[in-house]
Structure formats: C-alpha cells, structure tokens
C-alpha cells in the first residue's frame, strides 16, 4: 500500500518511477490486515497530523477510485465500558478536538442510535465522522496501476548499489540491475533488511496481529466500532500479547473482528487462544456474534518501529536513499500522507507538515 501510493504521487510530481515487489501486489502486510483509515485512535502529535493530511488525501482518491476500493466514509465509534472510562475517552477527545479531530459525544441512548445491537447499558462514547475505510489489496492495486509505473513484480532487491561516494546509483534484483539516482524503501516490516542493504540501521520489527472474519452479516455493524482501551493497547512498547475488541462491517458483508498485538517475530502459528480472546471481547460489545459462525482467521505482521511511528524521507547517511516504512497498524491509512511527503521530497518541495519526527536516522545510536 506504501509503495503503491509513494509510486502514485511521485509519478504525478513527473518523475520516471518504476514500482519492484518479490511478490504480488499488496502480498505482504496490505493483504493481511484492515483497511481503517483512522483519526480517532490517534494523540495529539506528529501521527495523528499525519493522519489528518492522509485522510484528506483518501477523500480526494475517494472521488477517483472510490466503489473500486471500496471507500466508505462510515466513521468510527469508541465505546466506553463504564463511567469512569467515559470520562477518560471524552477527555481524550477534548484534546482531539483541539488539535482538529472531529469528534462528538454520544450520550448512552444515542449510541444505539448509532449501532442498534451494541450490548445493554454502555455508558456512551465517541463518534470520529471522519475515520473510513477501504479495501486494502483493492486500494494497493488500483494505485499502482493508476500510477503508470512500470510493475515489477516476482523481483527481489537483493543490494543497493552505491557510487564511491557512497550516493544511490541503483539496486540489483534477482533479475538484474535497476539503475536510478533515488530509491524509496516501502518494504514494510522488512524495511529494516532492505535499509541495511544500504548499510543503515533501521530497527523496523513485526508486530503480529490476527483478524477473525465472520459469516457475511450485511450491515449489522455499521461503523467501525471499538473499545476504549484499544487505544492504550496501540500506544503499549510491550511485546506480550493485548487484545482488545475492534469491529466492523465489511462492504462485502463479513464482519471483520480485531485485534491482537504481540510481538513474536515472523511465527505464523495459529494461536487458539489470541483469536478466542478477540471473539470474547467481540461478544462483549455486540452479544448477537456469540450465535455467528467464524469463517476464518488470518494474520499479518505490523511493521513496529520502536517509537510507533513511521519512518518517512530522505536518509542523511545515504544520498538518495527515501525511506516509507515502519506505520505499524496504521499503514494503510497513513499511505496517502507518506506517498505525498516522499514526492515533495523528492522534487524538493515543501512538506505538507513538519517532517522531523519521521527521520529516519533516528534510531541511529539507540540500541532495539
Ligand atoms: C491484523 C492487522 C490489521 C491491520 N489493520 C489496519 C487498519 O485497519 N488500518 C491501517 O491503516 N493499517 C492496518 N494494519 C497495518 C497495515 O496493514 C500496514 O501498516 C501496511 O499494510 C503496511 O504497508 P506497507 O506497504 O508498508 O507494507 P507491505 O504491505 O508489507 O509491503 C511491503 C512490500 O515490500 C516487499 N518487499 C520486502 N522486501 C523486499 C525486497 N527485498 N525486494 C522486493 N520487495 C520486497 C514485500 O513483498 C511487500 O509486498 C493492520 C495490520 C495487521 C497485521
């Protein structure tokens, strides 16, 4: 999704920009996660700014390719669990608010307005109006190929290739050279091997998350709908397993339940006991899913970078070499942002928001 929407804006700015990926398109993370395009889960600071640019440029796309991807502008809804949470989440709104989220209060009975089979007796919530949603590999696909880039696909980078300086002159693939004076590194989670090709540090580490996938249950679920403390669970540095309930409808008609956090390295191991915890917290904001049958589970790995935020523009240690890696759980929805942040950047524009939280070179001297 990175790649495909860094190819996207920088072949609009007018640069000759060919796309390579090992696999097919969107076969890495973007095809195993979620399509949330969220502010609501999101701090005051440099990620939720990221964020707000993001969604606009989605809303600008969404007129270009919108049933394609299947954009919704559904908006999202945080639910508290008791008094005290509530209290918690609106002040946490009220600091949104201030930093340009919209975000309304939603009094108890209001929010069975909202969702009418959300489980008796919540509190109230937040509404986020301006989260959305798309289709991930549908979104990935359709940007490249409205890029106009060249596509290879099937073709690792398996060195980059440097001049005595020690300046980008290109990558060698598995299926030759590439020549070029500017590369983008939107590896994802394997962002950290590819930097190191190029003989920088980048400790971009995975973070695995599955996804429970219901029997198809057309607009039971109408936002994408979460519990409070999901929030604290993104922001957590921890490595052991949090789960907390995340779910919404699909325009395809499956709900999609999440979601799990924990940091175990590439174990593509099904674990009986993560997804039974997300269809338990699931239960709990929606009891109707208790009598739903499960179709399937999947997971994926975030691209984890220790500070949870992405790693995004031109590497001082390295001439031409770009990074856009490292958006952990939020790389879909931060896509649009990154890609047009590396295209002023590479056309040596000014940049839509201030880009030094995003250095790259930052972890540098820090130990992972
Ligand atoms: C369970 C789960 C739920 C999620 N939900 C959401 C959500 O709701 N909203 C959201 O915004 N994000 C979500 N995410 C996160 C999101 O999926 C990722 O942040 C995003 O997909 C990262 O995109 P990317 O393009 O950086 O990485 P990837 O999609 O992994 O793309 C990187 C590409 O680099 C290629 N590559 C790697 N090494 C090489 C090499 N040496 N040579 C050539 N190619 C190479 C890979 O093949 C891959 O295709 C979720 C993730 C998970 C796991």
Redesign the pocket.
């Known amino acids: ?5 860094c190819a996207l804006y920088t072949a609009r700015a007018g640069l000759d920009v060919i796309l ?19 502010v609501s889960d999101k701090e005051p600071g440099p990620e939720l700014d990221l964020a707000l640019l993001s969604g606009r440029l989605w809303g600008e796309l969404a007129r270009e390719f919108g049933a394609a991807v299947e954009y919704e502008a559904k908006g999202g809804v945080v639910v508290a669990s008791s008094p005290d949470g509530l209290a918690a989440l609106e002040r946490f709104a009220e600091e949104q608010r201030a930093a340009g989220v919209v975000a309304e209060p939603v009094a108890d009975d209001a929010l069975y307005d909202l969702e009418a089979h959300l489980a008796p007796g919540l509190p109230g919530g937040v509404h986020y109006p301006q989260d959305c ?1 798309v289709m ?1 590999a549908l979104a ?1 696909a359709h940007l490249a190929r409205a890029s106009g880039t060249r596509l290879f696909t099937g ?4 060195d980059v290739l440097r001049t005595p300086d020690g300046a980008v002159r290109g ?1 060698r ?1 598995d299926k030759g050279d590439i020549h070029t004076p500017a590369i983008v590194n ?6 950290g ?2 930097a190191a ?1 190029a003989g920088v540090r980048l400790p971009v580490l995975p ?5 429970l996938v219901t029997e198809p249950l057309p607009r039971l679920v109408r936002h ?1 709908v979460y519990a409070a403390d999901y929030v604290a669970d993104v922001a957590s540095d921890s490595a052991a397993l949090q789960t907390s309930p ?1 779910v ?1 409808g699909t325009a395809a008609g499956p709900i999609l339940i ?3 956090r924990e940091r175990v390295g590439f174990d593509r191991t099904f674990s009986l006991p993560v997804v039974r915890a997300l269809a338990a917290g699931a239960t709990r904001l929606f009891p109707f899913l208790a009598d739903v049958h499960a179709m399937r589970a ?6 984890y970078l220790p500070d949870h935020l ?1 790693a995004i523009g031109p590497d001082p240690r390295v001439p031409g070499l770009y990074h ?12 649009t942002g990154t890609g047009h942040l590396i295209a002023r950047a590479l056309t040596a524009k000014t940049p839509d928001l201030d880009p030094t939280p995003f250095r790259p070179d930052r972890f540098a001297e820090e130990a992972v």
């Open positions: 999704m990175v790649g495909a929407a390579v990926d090992r696999g097919p398109v969107a076969g890495g993370t973007t095809g195993a996660g979620e399509g949330n395009i969220l949603q991930p990935a073709r690792t980078v398996t990558v693939t939107a590896a994802g989670t394997w962002g091997e590819l090709l973070r695995r998350g599955f996804v994408k995340v919404e999440g979601a799990s999947y997971l994926g790995f975030r691209p992405p856009a890696c490292g958006h952990e759980g939020a790389g879909i929805g931060l896509a």
